[in-house]
């Protein structure tokens, strides 16, 4: 019976032993690196900070490290803010409403889809990438094509409305790449 005891008492020890620190597990979301705060509170005004992490820049294999901040905007929307190092890297924010969206790009969008029940549209992201002029738009939709019914369409525009990816699939979803 004691060695029945004493056996339980070993492997609870090791178990325990072996598992990190809460702490290792889930990040500290409220500190950020202070370069990247003041661009942010500069660049986003009012945004409501969700969630946040600092991460070893696993995928592009540089010593850089990678801060996504998981924000709402002041009208809801939902945002993902990206930085590279300490330099801002992109701005994605998912729409909640087409109405949101520039003239020029929603004139488009009735373009390539024609006439179309409202709720067809199940995505839109505008995304604003350091090195790229303008913001682009990504809008995800339903649409019944000959070989398959409610079929996944993508539309990619800048802001001026041009047509720069029109496809049937999903793109990469901009907030990670």
Not at 68 to 80: H, M
Not at 92 to 98: C, M
Not at 132 to 160: C, F, S
Request: with cysteine.
């Amino acid at each position: 019976m004691k060695r029945v005891l004493f056996l339980s008492l070993l492997t609870a020890a090791l178990l325990l032993a072996s598992c990190g620190s809460e702490s290792d597990i889930h990040p500290d979301y409220t500190k950020l690196p202070e370069n990247v705060s003041q661009d942010f509170s500069t660049r986003c005004p009012g945004f409501t900070i969700k969630s946040a992490g600092t991460y070893s820049d696993f995928y592009h294999s540089s010593d850089n490290e990678e801060t996504f901040i998981r924000c709402t905007d002041t009208q809801g929307n939902e945002c993902v803010v990206s930085y590279t190092g300490s330099q801002w890297n992109r701005t994605v924010r998912t729409l909640t409403d087409e109405q949101q969206l520039p003239m020029a790009v929603q004139n488009s969008l009735t373009a390539c889809l024609g006439e179309r029940p409202a709720n067809d549209i199940y995505e839109i992201k505008e995304a604003d990438f350091a090195g790229l002029k303008g913001r682009e738009y990504i809008i995800r939709y339903h649409q019944d094509t000959p070989l398959a019914p409610n079929y996944v369409h993508t539309l990619m525009t800048d802001a001026d409305g041009t047509v720069l990816r029109l496809c049937t699939y999903s793109l990469n979803d901009p907030d990670y790449v």
